[in-house]
């Protein structure tokens, strides 16, 4: 190869917003709602803060001295690009570096989640030029390929190059579990809702996982084909779970998409997983139980979300079953 000044072997991934060109093509056709514009502007208004400067929440800094005294940097040197509805990010190829990459992913993806979208992509490790605007490297082309080819679901799967780069630190987090969790399909990938991580402006963990269990409740209504068309009957679970306040006054139930679908299908088989592994840390305790009557000590403070469908959910509303 020829010897690039700037090239170097770093960890990239290749990260898809789901559902962005839908949200787009709704803009540009003057169907979309206010909250949908909102959402727009709320993930673009981020992902543009974040490359220029982090905000500084849940990253790992480091200090560097310097003859002028000590500066402040991010752990692992991540560069972020970011186009439209995609975002590469790109670390050094060290421990700490994939410390880093996890780490940024996670903050990306927790963060909009907040707004009910869902991120799908790839992290890989090899060689890629990543300086500024100016991107390009086998690394780089890998995960672009892993995401548009081998990743179904809204995941982030992590590549062989990543064990093999990093097989001396298997059992470091967060290459271990329950960071890193292998799926039915044999691929590893980053946990969607990691343990007590949350954006800043959400008041607890418990919180965001309510605020991220009626995003997916409204989606598995939305591209259910078989309550597609039941609109009005389905707009008065609003009363619990506030969608008006993300998705705005004109909630549309009539997008019925099995191919859709089945991304929320896992994303809810991924909460319920979360709610398994983490249980011991949201068993409500005797305040818990005195502040809500409806609790008892021991008893789960956010359910599952197959459990609450029979109390609220589409069978309870219509009679139906998915």
Request: hydrophobic share 30%; proline share 3%; with cysteine.
């Amino acid at each position: 190869m020829m010897k690039v000044e700037g090239y170097e072997k770093r960890f990239v991934a290749f990260l898809d917003i789901l559902g962005f060109s839908q949200l787009i093509s709704k803009i540009e056709e003057n169907t979309c709602d206010e909250g949908d514009f909102s959402r727009v502007k709320s993930v673009l208004n981020f992902l543009h803060n974040e490359s220029q400067e982090s905000n500084g929440e849940h990253d790992l800094p480091i200090y560097e001295e310097t003859e002028d005294g000590y500066i402040k940097k991010e752990l692992g040197d991540p560069r972020i690009t970011y186009v439209s509805d995609c975002v590469i990010i790109s670390t050094e190829g060290s421990i700490n570096g994939y410390r880093a990459i996890c780490n940024k992913i996670t903050k990306f993806s927790t963060d909009i989640a907040c707004d009910g979208i869902f991120l799908r992509g790839a992290i890989t490790f090899g060689n890629i030029y990543h300086h500024g605007p100016l991107l390009f490297g086998t690394a780089y082309q890998r995960a672009y390929y892993l995401e548009e080819n081998e990743v179904k679901h809204p995941r982030i799967i992590v590549d062989d190059s990543v064990f093999q780069h990093l097989s001396d630190h298997k059992d470091t987090f967060p290459l271990c579990s329950p960071h890193t969790v292998i799926d039915e399909d044999g691929k590893y990938y980053l946990a969607n809702f990691p343990l007590k991580y949350h954006p800043q402006y959400v008041f607890s963990w418990d919180d965001y996982l309510l605020r991220v269990k009626g995003k997916i409740l409204y989606h598995l209504n939305k591209f259910d084909e078989q309550v597609s068309g039941f609109g009005h009957e389905l707009k008065s679970l609003d009363q619990r779970y506030c969608w008006k306040e993300a998705y705005g006054y004109n909630l549309n139930f009539d997008g019925g998409d099995s191919r859709v679908l089945k991304k929320y299908l896992w994303l809810k088989d991924e909460f319920n997983r979360t709610i398994e592994t983490h249980s011991r840390w949201l068993l409500a305790g005797e305040e818990a139980a005195t502040i809500n009557p409806k609790l008892t000590k021991g008893k789960l403070r956010i359910s599952p979300i197959k459990q609450q469908a029979g109390y609220w959910g589409v069978e309870h509303e219509l009679g139906r079953y998915r």
